[in-house]
């Protein structure tokens, strides 16, 4: 039995498989010739074309398999490939503990959360074209950033930052000028990674007013090789947190099927836990993500990626930043080599995992993401 599906090399060719341990299962060969054709191809475009019927089909015949040894391979280079083709990349910020940690850090003195935040969920377009795979060394980024003093000069990032996040996969489209309820998210859906949205919090601070992030974040995001369908994930379905400001009815979530996903993060940092974030705790889940995303009439594609936000929980060991767990580099964390951090050095590298509740008991984890920080070109 498996629940990681994604894409691998084998003779110089990339295939689709699923994960058997260290080994892979190629997919095409082991299915019978209907279901095959689905997972034909470089990766899982194809199958997330499928739609759910299918996405349940395939699920079901994997769990019968008999995995046969011709049919399995050994990881090359222990890494998949990007899972699928990235159409768009939209990035929430869902956890209500992030947010109002980032208000207390960088609004002192002013409302923890800004007015809107819980009546939607908020969001910004990303950059599909830098969504990267596990594995992918991230190479520190140049911008503009403010000096303390009030200059602004140019260089490499000070603030190189991680956020553990949660990706949601779309396999179905949806049609331009029509909206996607709460009740046709599992339509719509395919599965999760997990997603690391590297950030550059100085690049960040300098730009993001009025429109948002832009090169602070773009650089690159690194996603999970391996992709959980929904299909697997029936025994970790848990109700959000109680509402506490009525929500408009394409929000509202009160009489839906509890939509809120018991994943327990943990990121590491050279090998080392440094916190556990518990997505139950989001404030805002994937079905309302994608109906407000689609609320005004956008359309989305089959790959479109949608990422959680950071998920931090109430406790200072559960926070899924740098930013929050130095207290924006006021408190820094201590490491077993004796070393500190406030932000990630040239060097460094971040592994962020997730179990989540497995049918029939025991748990499941989810494909790692992890990503390696190397030093950038030298700047003029
Ligand atoms: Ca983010």
Redesign the pocket.
């Known amino acids: 039995m498996t629940h990681l599906y994604g894409a691998f090399a084998v003779d110089g060719e990339a295939r689709v498989g699923v994960r058997y341990g260290d080994q892979v299962l190629d997919l095409a060969a082991a299915l019978e010739p209907g279901l095959a054709a689905a997972v034909a191809g470089p990766n899982l475009d194809r199958l997330l074309a499928g739609g759910r019927t299918l996405w349940e089909q395939v699920h079901a015949a994997v769990a019968d398999l008999e995995p046969r040894p011709e049919h399995l391979h050994p990881l090359a280079g222990g890494r998949g490939l990007l899972p699928f083709t990235v159409a768009d990349y939209v990035?929430?910020?869902s956890s209500e503990h992030h947010a109002r940690n980032l208000g207390r850090i960088l609004r002192p003195g002013q409302p923890e959360l800004p007015p809107n935040w819980k009546h939607l969920p908020v969001g910004y377009h990303g950059r599909s074209g830098t969504v990267v795979v596990s594995g992918t060394d991230v190479v520190r980024p140049s911008g503009q950033r403010r000096t303390p003093d009030g200059d602004v000069v140019f260089g490499p990032t000070t603030r190189l930052d991680i956020?553990a996040?949660v990706g949601y996969v779309v396999g179905t489209p949806s049609a331009l000028g029509t909206a996607v309820p709460l009740d046709d998210f599992r339509d719509h859906v395919f599965g999760v990674c997990l997603v690391n949205?590297w950030?550059a919090r100085d690049v960040q601070a300098w730009e993001y007013q009025p429109l948002g992030?832009f090169l602070g974040?773009s650089f690159a995001t690194s996603i999970g090789a391996w992709v959980t369908p929904l299909a697997a994930l029936d025994a970790a379905w848990v109700a959000p947190p109680p509402r506490d400001e009525p929500l408009l009815p394409y929000l509202d979530d009160a009489t839906t099927a509890p939509a809120g996903l018991d994943l327990r993060l943990e990121v590491l940092l050279n090998g080392h836990r440094v916190a556990a974030p518990p997505y139950s705790s989001m404030y805002w889940t994937g079905a309302q993500q994608l109906a407000h995303l689609t609320v005004n009439g956008a359309s989305v594609r089959t790959g479109d990626l949608y990422?959680s936000?950071?998920v931090s929980g109430p406790e200072k060991g559960e926070r899924g930043s740098f930013m929050e767990l130095s207290w924006a580099g006021q408190e820094p964390i201590e490491l077993p080599d004796g070393t500190t951090r406030t932000f990630l050095e040239d060097g460094d590298e971040v592994v962020i995992t997730a179990t989540a509740p497995a049918p029939g008991g025991g748990t499941l984890e989810l494909g790692e993401v992890r990503g390696t920080v190397r030093p950038g070109p030298a700047v003029r």
């Open positions: 990035d929430f910020y956020e996040e949205d950030s992030p974040k990422a936000g950071t």
